[in-house]
């Protein structure tokens, strides 16, 4: 199935000129040139709300049991996320957990698609290990043991050219993120949507919920405190996708409606679902989370707004600039995205990994480095 059918599964509303100018809206990066590292001013507004299905702790990056907060236009200290929690901190890992699948099940059962990569379009590793960590490259150590396998990020796959990655000093050039967001804003007040919860601490080894504290053997309880976010309180968001392919495209939005988990402790807490019910194709950003917010709150006040009227005030919102480009309104495209077939998916990884690997060998000439 061609990708353009794949839009057509996704946008089931969408006349057949409609998916036709999306398509050409978008990148066309079919071979190596040093122009495409040149910025097309191709941007994709992506407008999100968030929808907590568990309590999320939502906290600023200093040691803090608090919420993170903005102040509003009326006064109200709203609840926000920071885009470096949402976007690294759960984006980029969703991305990579599904890259990594694919790569697993192709060497398995579709080495052609490997071949294709390696060999015309220059994948130069047999394995896939990019993973988020610092990169480092160990030397061989006195003992003889080999140099360390996971390197930090490839700087080759989707997850890099896409999300970007930082190289030592020396051994290249880095590559900004094509993915960017502010905040996403809660239209509650503070006071409505966070609730403070006490936890018990349990001791590892005494399996016990007190911890000795002398000789004597004196007890006391092994308390803290969690202010979280309350089930249900929606955050409203936007990000920008830039100069990107149709695959790129597709594969950044699937892995933004896939992503489940936000925030601290998210082995415990944090559940989410993204809902995407408005994209506005343009030559510039437009709009922001902590304008819908605001407008939300304005015209509820205190009320605190279900996840179906939040979608709704942001495909309001979003309508006003239907003329600056080309507006998709679907509320049912997250779900869509959640549950589009493997087969499509698979379409979609591999011809964007082809893509980047274009955009890799360009970058390269754009910069001199050697190929």
Same mark, same amino acid.
Not at 162 to 170: D, N, S, T
Not at 240 to 262: H, I, Q, S
């Given at each position: 199935?061609?990708?353009?059918?794949?839009? #057509?599964?996704?946008?089931?509303?969408?006349q057949?000129?409609?998916?036709?100018?999306?398509g050409?809206?978008?990148?066309?990066?079919?071979?190596?040139?040093?122009?495409?590292?040149?910025?097309?001013?191709?941007?994709?507004?992506? *407008?999100?709300?968030?929808?907590?299905?568990? =309590?999320?702790?939502?906290?600023?990056?200093?040691?803090?049991?608090?919420?993170?907060?903005?102040?509003?236009?009326?006064? &109200?200290?709203?609840?926000?996320?920071?885009?470096?929690?949402f976007?690294?901190?759960?984006?980029?890992?969703?991305?990579?957990?599904?890259? &990594?699948?694919?790569?697993?099940?192709?060497?398995?059962? &579709?080495?052609? *698609?490997?071949?294709?990569?390696?060999k015309?379009?220059?994948?130069?590793?047999?394995?896939?290990?990019?993973?988020?960590?610092?990169?480092?490259? @160990?030397?061989?150590?006195?003992?003889?043991?080999?140099?360390?396998?996971?390197?930090? *990020?490839?700087?080759?796959?989707?997850?890099?050219?896409?999300?970007? *990655?930082?190289?030592?000093?020396?051994?290249?050039?880095?590559?900004?993120? @094509?993915?960017?967001?502010?905040?996403?804003?809660?239209?509650?007040?503070?006071?409505?949507?966070?609730?403070?919860?006490?936890f018990?601490?349990?001791?590892?080894?005494?399996?016990?919920?007190? @911890?000795?504290?002398?000789?004597e053997?004196?007890?006391?309880?092994a308390?803290?405190?969690?202010?979280?976010?309350?089930?249900?309180?929606?955050?409203?968001? #936007?990000l920008?996708?830039?100069?990107?392919?149709?695959?790129?495209?597709?594969?950044?939005?699937?892995?933004?409606? @896939?992503?489940?988990?936000?925030g601290?402790?998210?082995?415990?807490?944090?559940?989410? =679902?993204? &809902?995407?019910?408005?994209?506005?194709?343009?030559?510039?950003?437009?709009?922001g989370?902590?304008?819908?917010?605001? =407008?939300?709150?304005?015209?509820?006040?205190?009320?605190?707004?279900?996840?179906?009227?939040t979608?709704?005030?942001?495909?309001?919102?979003?309508?006003q600039?239907?003329?600056?480009?080309?507006?998709?309104?679907? =509320?049912?495209?997250?779900?869509?995205?959640?549950?589009?077939?493997?087969?499509?998916?698979?379409?979609?990884?591999?011809?964007?990994?082809?893509?980047?690997?274009?955009?890799?060998?360009?970058?390269?000439?754009?910069?001199?480095?050697?190929?």
């Open positions: 199935m061609s990708l353009s059918q794949v839009i #057509k599964e996704l946008l089931p509303g969408k057949p000129s409609e998916i036709e100018k999306i050409n809206w978008c990148i066309k990066r079919e071979k190596p040139d040093k122009l495409n590292a040149i910025p097309k001013g191709k941007i994709v507004n992506v *407008y999100v709300v968030i929808e907590p299905l568990s =309590r999320l702790i939502i906290r600023q990056e200093q040691e803090t049991t608090d919420v993170t907060v903005v102040p509003s236009r009326s006064g &109200h200290s709203l609840p926000a996320i920071l885009n470096p929690k976007q690294s901190g759960a984006v980029r890992r969703q991305m990579l957990t599904l890259l &990594h699948e694919w790569f697993d099940r192709a060497k398995k059962e &579709h080495m052609d *698609y490997i071949d294709e990569l390696k015309k379009y220059g994948y130069s590793k047999d394995n896939y290990t990019c993973v988020m960590r610092p990169y480092l490259r @160990r030397g061989r150590s006195e003992g003889g043991k080999a140099e360390e396998v996971f390197e930090g *990020y490839c700087g080759e796959c989707p997850n890099c050219l896409i999300f970007g *990655y930082a190289v030592m000093e020396g051994a290249g050039y880095n590559v900004k993120s @094509r993915v960017e967001g502010d905040l996403y804003v809660s239209p509650v007040p503070y006071e409505k949507a966070v609730v403070r919860v006490t018990n601490a349990v001791d590892d080894i005494a399996k016990t919920t007190y @911890r000795p504290e002398s000789e053997s004196r007890r006391t309880g308390l803290y405190e969690f202010s979280m976010i309350e089930v249900g309180i929606p955050f409203v968001g #936007k920008v996708f830039r100069d990107m392919t149709l695959a790129e495209l597709l594969l950044t939005l699937v892995t933004l409606a @896939r992503t489940t988990r936000v601290g402790r998210t082995t415990h807490f944090g559940e989410i =679902r993204i &809902h995407i019910p408005a994209i506005l194709f343009s030559k510039y950003e437009i709009g989370g902590y304008e819908i917010a605001n =407008r939300i709150l304005s015209k509820n006040g205190t009320k605190v707004p279900t996840i179906e009227e979608i709704n005030e942001v495909a309001e919102y979003v309508k600039f239907e003329k600056q480009g080309i507006l998709v309104l679907d =509320r049912e495209l997250g779900d869509r995205l959640r549950t589009l077939s493997q087969e499509n998916v698979d379409q979609i990884v591999l011809q964007a990994w082809k893509d980047v690997l274009v955009l890799k060998k360009s970058l390269d000439e754009f910069t001199g480095t050697k190929l």
